[in-house]
T-cell receptor, first 113, second 114 residues
Framework: GENVEQHPSTLSVQEGDSAVIKCTYS??????FPWYKQELGKRPQLIID?????GEKKDQRIAVTLNKTAKHFSLHITETQPEDSAVYFC????????????FGKGTKLSVKP | DVKVTQSSRYLVKRTGEKVFLECVQD?????MFWYRQDPGLGLRLIYF???????EKGDIPEGYSVSREKKERFSLILESASTNQTSMYLC?????????????FGPGTRLTVL
C-alpha cells in the first residue's frame, strides 16, 4: 500500500547548524507534500508545503525540495535555534479525489544551545 | 483563526467501556479526520468525513466507529475499549478544496485504557 518513509528518526544539532530531514513516498499520484511541526505537548502545525509542479520552496530559514522522479522530498532548516526543537512530520497526499494525507513516522529534532 | 477543540485532554477508561471522543471546529470546514499518534508510528488515519453524515474508513478503522451529525462536530467511538487503544488521539479539519488545503489539528486527547 501507500507509504511514506522518513529519516532520520532522531536528529541532534548544535545551534546555528543546519538540519535536513528526508522523506520518500510510494504513491505516484501524490501531488502535495506538507511538513508539520509538533512541539512538546502541542498540536501539529503546518510549517511549509510544496506542490508537485514546484521543485523548491523557501520561507525564511526553512526550505523544502521535491524530486518527483526519485519520489523524495526534504526539509532543510538553516541557522537552527533552540525553538526549532520539535518533532517534524512529512506527509504526502494520496491519489484520488479524497486526497487524504499519509504521514511519515516523524523526526525528533533537538537543537543544543 | 481556525479553532479545533477536543472534549478532553486526558481520559482514563477501563477495558470494555464505551468511549466517546468529541471534536468541534468553528470554521465551517467540510472535512474532518481522526488520527491516532503513537511513538515511532507517526500519525495514522482512523476515519474521515468529507461531509455531514458521510464517513470513510482510514488505514486503521478496526475497533472504532465515528459519527458526524452536524458539520462542526465529529465523534470517535470506541465500542469496547481495549488496552491496545491506549494512545494519543488527534482530530483535524480542513476545507473541502482537497488535499492542498491545510489540515488544522486539535490539541489531542491522551486516552489510557486500563
Amino acid at each position: 500500500g501507500e507509504n511514506v518513509e522518513q529519516h532520520p528518526s532522531t536528529l541532534s544539532v548544535q545551534e546555528g547548524d543546519s538540519a535536513v530531514i528526508k522523506c520518500t513516498y510510494s504513491d505516484s499520484a501524490s501531488n502535495y507534500f506538507p511538513w508539520y511541526k509538533q512541539e512538546l505537548g502541542k498540536r501539529p502545525q503546518l510549517i511549509i508545503d510544496i506542490r508537485s509542479n514546484v521543485g523548491e520552496k523557501k520561507d525564511q530559514r526553512i526550505a523544502v525540495t521535491l524530486n518527483k522522479t526519485a519520489k523524495h522530498f526534504s526539509l532543510h532548516i538553516t541557522e537552527t535555534q533552540p525553538e526549532d526543537s520539535a518533532v517534524y512530520f512529512c506527509a504526502a497526499s494520496r491519489g484520488g479525489s479524497q486526497g487524504n494525507l499519509i504521514f511519515g513516522k516523524g523526526t525528533k529534532l533537538s537543537v543544543k544551545p | 483563526d481556525v479553532k479545533v477543540t477536543q472534549s478532553s485532554r486526558y481520559l482514563v477508561k477501563r477495558t470494555g467501556e464505551k468511549v466517546f471522543l468529541e471534536c468541534v471546529q468553528d470554521m465551517d470546514h467540510e472535512n474532518m479526520f481522526w488520527y491516532r499518534q503513537d511513538p515511532g508510528l507517526g500519525l495514522r488515519l482512523i476515519y474521515f468525513s468529507y461531509d455531514v453524515k458521510m464517513k470513510e474508513k482510514g488505514d486503521i478503522p478496526e475497533g472504532y466507529s465515528v459519527s458526524r451529525e452536524k458539520k462542526e462536530r465529529f465523534s470517535l467511538i470506541l465500542e469496547s475499549a481495549s488496552t491496545n487503544q491506549t494512545s494519543m488521539y488527534l482530530c483535524a479539519s480542513r476545507e473541502a478544496g482537497g488535499p492542498t488545503d491545510t489540515q488544522y489539528f486539535g490539541p489531542g486527547t491522551r486516552l489510557t485504557v486500563l
